[in-house]
């Protein structure tokens, strides 16, 4: 049976640097938007004394929620690695790129690495975005 995860609608404060790196997600300086964050990467953010959590909600999970962006600020930077509406594959962890698969019916290998997961969800979203624009 699949293990269900609750994913949350996570708003940081950020007053360190642009770049700034924790639970798998790379903050810019100021407030950060973070969607289908896990219990366990909210716990990680909580415990830094640099972020401040202004805002934490669970949400649905749904396709457009793992398709947001990690940060709502400065898009500039995450354009060239964006694919779909911006997704970052390779910022996601492997539990969610597993999850995100399944959801597009896309088959893996339960061992497979977070590599091939994330080529795995390029293909598959690129063919999703392929049949949309038919």
């Known amino acids: 049976m699949e293990k269900v995860t609750e994913l949350f609608h ?4 950020n007053p360190v640097a642009n770049g700034y790196r924790r639970a798998g997600f790379s903050l810019q300086k100021g407030e950060n938007q973070l969607n289908s964050v896990t219990a366990e990467q909210l716990a990680q953010i909580k415990a830094d004394i640099r972020l401040a959590v202004t805002h934490a909600t669970p949400m649905d ?4 929620a793992l398709l947001q962006g990690l940060s709502q600020d400065d898009k500039s930077e995450q354009s ?7 997704v970052l594959p390779t910022s996601l962890t492997v ?6 698969l399944t959801e597009l019916g ?19 979203l690129q063919a999703e975005k392929d049949k949309e624009d038919e």
């Open 106 to 124: 896309a088959t893996f290998k339960p061992s497979a690495n977070k590599p091939e997961l994330v080529a795995l969800l390029e293909a598959a």
């Open 80 to 86: 060239e690695k964006s694919v779909g509406s911006g």
């Open 61 to 64: 999970v749904n396709r457009d």
């Open 10 to 13: 996570v708003v940081v404060q």
């Open 95 to 100: 539990e969610q790129l597993k999850a995100k």
